[in-house]
């Protein structure tokens, strides 16, 4: 049994994804999938690979290429000429909301691939991945595998981006690098 869990273990650190073991039975282990309660939302580890500059502090949208640059409080942002103007109007709301919807894009794209948008639940990893709505998902099993289109996605990309925004309220939009998955000590195992 040691064995197969180190192995599981490796599996994890290498798709990036969390291991679940949630029961014992006739003496062997059951890998399963892991409900959404069972992540604790203020211990999530999410790095930051959506930068600031990528996102218009107004508008909360991509930028796009013809953006200019402005830094207000050390962080530089960049919009349209428009947005600038307006940031400058009001620019620590703005900054707040920035700095929300970037926390929430960054945590919806580290989830994504851990959380199957058919179950809604955390998966093993290792499974059917696919892109929708911007973001790539992991199926849970082989039947969320024959699930798997993009427009199957927009419940749980409501889903996951509600406990985006739930984390970044216990969080403070604090960011981890360098963990091996974002779910890393977040889990609840008595759930």
């Known amino acids: 049994m040691t064995r197969r869990l180190e192995t599981f273990r490796l599996l994890v650190v290498a798709k990036a994804a969390v291991a679940a073991i949630l029961a014992v039975a006739g003496g062997g282990a059951l890998w399963s999938q892991l409900p959404p309660e069972a992540v604790m939302l203020d211990k999530v580890k999410i790095p930051q690979t959506i930068k600031p500059g990528q996102i218009d502090p107004v508008t909360l949208q991509d930028v796009a290429g013809d953006a200019v640059s402005w830094t207000w409080n050390g962080v530089e942002y960049r919009g349209s000429a428009a947005s600038k103007a307006e940031f400058a109007k009001h620019p620590a709301e703005s900054a707040a909301a920035h700095k929300k919807e970037l926390y929430v894009r960054n945590f919806m794209a580290a989830m994504s691939t851990i959380w199957c948008p058919i179950t809604d639940e955390v998966t093993p990893g290792g499974r059917k991945q696919v892109e929708g709505h911007g973001l790539k998902w992991e199926s849970c099993c082989s039947f969320c595998d024959e699930e ?38 977040a889990i609840d195992e008595n759930v």
């Open 148 to 185: 798997m289109h993009p427009e199957n996605f927009k419940e749980a990309l409501n889903q996951l981006r509600k406990r985006a925004e739930a984390s970044y309220e216990l969080t403070g939009g604090k960011y981890t690098e360098g963990a091996k998955s974002p779910v890393e000590g």
